[in-house]
């Protein structure tokens, strides 16, 4: 399966402090992209990084993939509340996995 | 530019009632899907188009039926509905297919079947 699995499953932190999520896959993959879910919402798109990037940032966000291990991260650096969201990731399947669930406290 | 809209927003549903979910884009895309979200279960993809006139089966498609008529639109029906179907559904689109352009997603119909 190319479903991307998103570890942890759920991250509480302050406002102002960083979040990191990540991403595993199985799979070869053409590119990984970044969604995020705010809460009775449609998933909004991030971010995307192709198979031979290494890191790309927007913004506040920095994702970075490692083919070689199947995996991928997401930070977001100087968090907001507004922040607050389910994020997911996607390995160019139309499998969505769990996502993770972030809040961030004000 | 308004992207993807869905209607209803909300559904109250008796089982074994007939429910069209309505989705409309206008940018154009070839690719459109349907997905269900359920707690604890993530997104699970039920039918996708990816042209118009074409249609096909994702993971959990029992129970429901799409059509292509046009590029824009892409209805989903459930013929007999039962509590089970209980969910919010999403409605995506993307320009290319195959599941690695950007998908780009309604507000979602939220689904109770009683």
């Known amino acids: 399966s190319q479903q991307g699995e998103e570890d942890p499953q759920a991250l509480s932190i302050q406002e102002g402090e960083n979040a990191t999520m990540n991403c595993s896959y199985k799979?070869?993959?053409?590119?990984l992209q970044w969604y995020r879910q705010n809460s009775g919402r449609g998933l909004v798109h991030l971010i995307l990084?192709?198979?031979?990037?290494r890191e790309k940032h927007s913004g506040r966000l920095r994702v970075t993939l490692d083919t070689s291990k199947k995996s991928s991260s997401l930070l977001i650096t100087a968090s907001r509340a507004a922040d607050t969201a389910s994020y997911f990731c996607?390995?160019?399947?139309?499998?969505f996995g769990q996502g993770t669930t972030l809040q961030v406290k004000p | 530019i308004a992207g993807i809209t869905q209607a209803p927003t909300s559904q109250i549903l008796a089982a074994g009632r007939r429910m069209t979910l309505r989705c409309t884009q206008d940018?154009?895309?070839?690719?459109m899907y349907w997905y269900r979200q359920d707690l604890g279960l993530g997104l699970r993809l039920i039918h996708y188009s990816n042209t118009a006139g074409t249609t096909g089966k994702g993971e959990v498609p029992d129970g429901y039926s799409v059509s292509r008529a046009n590029t824009d639109d892409f209805p989903l029906t459930l013929a007999s509905a039962v509590p089970s179907q209980t969910s919010v559904y999403f409605c995506?689109?993307?320009?290319?297919?195959?599941?690695?352009?950007?998908?780009?997603f309604g507000p979602g119909t939220r689904l109770t079947v009683l």
């Open positions: 799979t070869s993959i053409n590119n």
């Open positions: 940018m154009r895309h070839n690719a």
């Open positions: 995506a689109s993307s320009e290319g297919t195959g599941g690695t352009d950007t998908q780009y």
């Open positions: 990084i192709r198979s031979n990037e």
């Open positions: 996607n390995t160019g399947k139309l499998i």
